[in-house]
């Protein structure tokens, strides 16, 4: 069997030989040593994380903005029932042509005439002054379509309100989400490093196999391939690592070179599970999204009311005071001018009707998607609570899976260092133990990853914690 593995191992060799220097020198430095070109180090808790993305993440800084643009539409929808005063000062020269405004003043029109005739003389033209200051009142008394467009707009504000809560959550899911891979990482590399360590000792275990007569040059280099195998890995691991901390810096709003310190722990906490229908409920109550499908339907109604009310009449009154002169101390005189008005469409065109249409097909819509909102909550809450409960069970299968590999590298290396075989038994525990402590790893970040779901699918991600429970 040796000889048959013999030029395996040489490839291994070969294929290796130049690239474990490098890895080795990538792989010496300690965890906890601090990297020159990171930052300062800066603890972060995951509640520090998800206020920090909340205060400067751009979904939240845009759902805010878009809430302060809802709060000005509303003003201007409501200023159509407020008085609209406006002042109004004017001054100017004209020269008129009286003839031209429908004046006739005989055949011989002008001043000689007038005086041949004994008669009054009137000019044909005439050049004068004339100033004008006024205020003006409009005041809209009744405006069915105006009114309806105002409650719209507060439902509109309301809406606003609602997908800045909705943002926050969504932000505050990522946020975890971004924490546990970072934590999962970071203990992917310990266990990565851990690996590398034990294919150092059982290198040298093979070594000291060969020196005394035990093992052949086919263990050793059986560890070396392996050990080869473990420095790149932990490399990879790394990599992943540094995305992953980089990634939650930026979603937390932090500089991207921070050196990060977790301080939250990522456990195994079993949840309880009520019943479901609590869960839905409890679901359909606290999530954002639902409420901002209700108040879209409530909004769609009021510009269905708004469109229809078109054909109602209007009413307002109008009101001017001012001075009129030639100029604002020449023959000037107080003026003014009040009335009230009544305004009925009789024939738009098809525009009302269109708009009327359309604003029902809207209404439509928005009741079509409040229907599947009910039905996507629903799913999430299902979902993450099955995929909680399975996931549980992979943890602890994992776990389990982690024991029984330690103990079988344990048994094979007893076997190697007395010589009862070669290390084919100890390499393939090795391989068996490093695959059972990234399972574990993963399992365990699938597990948390399934609980922050299930806090998002009841509403709760703000009050998400790696050590308590979210329960309905």
Not at 110 to 132: E, I, L, M, R
Not at 159 to 176: F, G, I, K
Request: with cysteine; aromatic share 4%; charged share 20%.
């Amino acid at each position: 069997m040796n000889r048959r593995l013999i030029p395996i191992g040489l490839l291994c060799v070969l294929a290796v030989a130049p690239v474990m220097p490098t890895l080795a020198a990538a792989t010496h430095t300690p965890s906890g040593d601090h990297d020159p070109a990171m930052g300062p180090s800066r603890s972060l808790s995951l509640e520090q994380a998800v206020n920090d993305a909340l205060a400067t993440n751009v979904n939240t800084l845009l759902a805010g903005a878009k809430q302060d643009e809802a709060a000005g539409q509303r003003v201007s929808a409501r200023s159509a029932f407020l008085p609209h005063i406006t002042g109004q000062v004017s001054e100017s020269r004209q020269k008129t042509n009286l003839a031209a405004q429908g004046f006739s003043f005989g055949s011989d029109v002008g001043p000689q005439a007038g005086a041949a005739g004994g008669g009054p003389s009137f000019p044909s033209t005439v050049t004068y002054d004339n100033f004008d200051a006024r205020a003006k009142l409009r005041q809209t008394l009744f405006d069915y379509s105006a009114w309806q467009d105002y409650r719209g707009a507060k439902l509109g504000e309301k809406v606003a309100a609602d997908q800045l809560a909705v943002a926050r959550e969504q932000v505050a899911t990522q946020t975890e989400l971004d924490y546990v891979q970072a934590l999962s990482t970071r203990r992917a590399v310990a266990a990565a490093k851990a690996n590398v360590k034990q294919a150092r000792a059982l290198l040298k275990l093979a070594r000291d196999q060969e020196h005394v007569g035990v093992a052949t040059g086919v263990d050793v280099t059986r560890a070396r391939a392996r050990l080869a195998r473990d420095q790149a890995d932990l490399a990879q691991r790394q990599t992943e690592r540094t995305r992953a901390e980089i990634q939650l810096a930026r979603g937390a709003g932090l500089p991207l070179d921070s050196n990060l310190k977790l301080t939250d722990p990522l456990v195994f906490r079993p949840m309880p599970l009520g019943p479901v229908n609590t869960a839905i409920n409890t679901a359909m109550a606290d999530r954002p999204e639902i409420e901002v499908a209700r108040t879209r339907i409530a909004r769609g109604q009021h510009n269905l009311a708004s469109a229809r009310g078109q054909r109602l009449p209007t009413v307002s009154v109008e009101a001017d005071y001012g001075a009129s002169g030639n100029t604002p101390t020449r023959n000037d005189q107080p003026t003014y001018a009040f009335g009230a008005s009544m305004s009925v469409p009789i024939f738009a065109g098809g525009r009302i009707s269109g708009q009327i249409d359309s604003a029902a097909s809207q209404l439509d819509q928005q009741r079509i998607r409040f229907h599947d909102t009910q039905q996507q909550i629903e799913q999430d809450v299902r979902t993450s609570r099955q995929t909680l409960e399975t996931l549980s069970q992979r943890v602890r299968a994992a776990r389990a899976n982690l024991t029984l590999a330690k103990q079988e590298l344990s048994r094979s290396r007893d076997r190697f260092s007395h010589g009862v075989g070669d290390n084919i038994e100890v390499v393939d525990a090795q391989s068996n133990l490093a695959d059972a402590r990234n399972s574990r790893i993963d399992a365990l970040a699938e597990y948390t990853r399934a609980r922050i779901n299930l806090a998002a699918a009841l509403g709760r991600a703000q009050q998400f914690s790696l050590t308590q429970p979210v329960t309905p």
